[in-house]
């Protein structure tokens, strides 16, 4: 019998910046951590099998999901973008990824979505995860397709996933948002590792902040995860303002949880 809830574990987007802070954790988790990327890989740890491999491709797909039980994904386009890259890597990619998880009896997947889901609430408004959906770009319009998706999955197949919101996942806060938004890297590992171990997850969606004290979301109905974020980035408050001074309520950097995302144009025009 395995020590690990999952044994053979696949990660995709391993060469960026999220990917990257995740590797180490997930080797120590389970037996196999197959890591891929569109871009080149280099493995770094003894139990690491590399896959580079592309979400566009159906094929693919097929092949990265062989003899794997849970997947961890962070590939995908992770910024706003124009139409046709958001469409290929998060909405193509995503179904793409899901086909290989049915045809591969994948028990389960925890993904990389984002506060750009719910990126047009105001700021003065704490929103929990069952709140309807106000997409703030092309980028956030895809991750609201993944979570369908993944819905879906759940409902019909019996795929679990767990939908991680994630807001502001940085070395440090860097401006006034990031006060509210911030997720340490440490916290980031704690709650990946949570929604891992956690028995049953079915469809979770939780938002993934630390424990900051201008928090802008209510994980009330994800208590089941577990996952006791440690880092504030109220610790950084004098720093900031030291650099940037005061943010008067009406700039866009903070009318939102979206910030400039909500604020900005069309990526295409
Ligand atoms: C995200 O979803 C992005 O992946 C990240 O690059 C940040 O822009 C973050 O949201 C954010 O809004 O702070």
Same mark, same amino acid.
């Given at each position: 019998?395995?020590?690990?809830? +999952?044994?053979?574990?696949?990660?995709?987007?391993?060469? #960026?910046?999220? #990917?990257?802070?995740?590797?180490?954790?997930?080797? &120590?988790?389970?037996?196999?951590?197959?890591?891929?990327? %569109?871009? %080149?890989?280099?493995?770094?740890?003894?139990?690491?099998?590399?896959? &580079?491999?592309?979400?566009?491709?159906? *094929?693919?797909?097929?092949?990265?999901?062989?003899?794997?039980?849970?997947?961890?994904?962070?590939?995908?386009?992770?910024? *706003? #973008? /124009?139409?046709?890259?958001?469409?290929?890597?998060?909405?193509?990619?995503?179904?793409?990824? $899901?086909?290989?998880?049915?045809?591969?009896?994948?028990?389960?997947?925890?993904?990389?979505?984002?506060?750009?889901?719910?990126? +047009?609430? !105001?700021?003065?408004?704490?929103?929990?995860?069952?709140?309807?959906?106000?997409?703030?770009?092309? $980028?956030?319009?895809?991750?609201? +397709? #993944?979570?369908?998706?993944?819905?879906?999955?759940?409902?019909?197949?019996?795929?679990? =996933?767990?939908?991680?919101?994630?807001?502001?996942?940085?070395?440090? !806060?860097?401006?006034?948002?990031?006060? /509210?938004?911030?997720?340490? $890297?440490?916290?980031?590992?704690?709650?990946?590792?949570?929604?891992?171990?956690?028995?049953?997850?079915?469809?979770?969606?939780?938002?993934?902040?630390?424990?900051?004290?201008?928090?802008? =979301?209510?994980?009330?109905?994800?208590?089941?995860?577990? $996952?006791?974020?440690?880092?504030?980035?109220?610790?950084?408050?004098?720093?900031?303002?030291?650099?940037?001074?005061?943010?008067?309520?009406?700039?866009?950097?903070? =009318? =939102?949880?979206?910030?400039? +995302?909500?604020?900005?144009?069309?990526?295409?025009?």
């Amino acid at each position: 019998m395995s020590k690990h809830k +999952f044994s053979k574990i696949l990660l995709t987007g391993a060469a #960026g910046a999220l #990917g990257e802070q995740l590797r180490k954790t997930l080797s &120590q988790n389970c037996n196999l951590l197959r890591i891929s990327d %569109k871009e %080149k890989l280099v493995k770094k740890f003894e139990n690491e099998e590399v896959n &580079q491999a592309d979400l566009s491709s159906p *094929e693919a797909m097929i092949d990265l999901t062989k003899n794997i039980d849970c997947v961890v994904h962070m590939g995908g386009q992770s910024v *706003e #973008g /124009s139409w046709s890259n958001v469409l290929n890597s998060n909405i193509i990619g995503m179904y793409n990824l $899901y086909e290989g998880c049915r045809k591969n009896n994948i028990k389960r997947v925890i993904w990389a979505s984002s506060v750009h889901t719910v990126g +047009f609430y !105001p700021r003065s408004e704490v929103i929990d995860s069952k709140v309807p959906t106000r997409p703030d770009s092309n $980028y956030g319009l895809s991750k609201v +397709f #993944g979570e369908s998706l993944a819905q879906y999955y759940w409902d019909k197949y019996n795929i679990e =996933t767990v939908s991680v919101r994630i807001y502001s996942c940085l070395e440090e !806060p860097k401006d006034h948002r990031h006060l /509210s938004t911030w997720l340490s $890297y440490d916290d980031l590992r704690r709650l990946i590792i949570s929604c891992i171990n956690c028995p049953n997850v079915q469809h979770s969606i939780i938002f993934g902040v630390s424990n900051n004290d201008s928090i802008l =979301t209510d994980n009330k109905y994800a208590k089941h995860i577990s $996952y006791k974020p440690k880092d504030n980035g109220e610790s950084f408050r004098a720093l900031i303002e030291k650099k940037d001074g005061f943010v008067d309520s009406t700039d866009p950097l903070v =009318t =939102t949880h979206g910030g400039y +995302f909500a604020s900005s144009g069309h990526f295409d025009d």
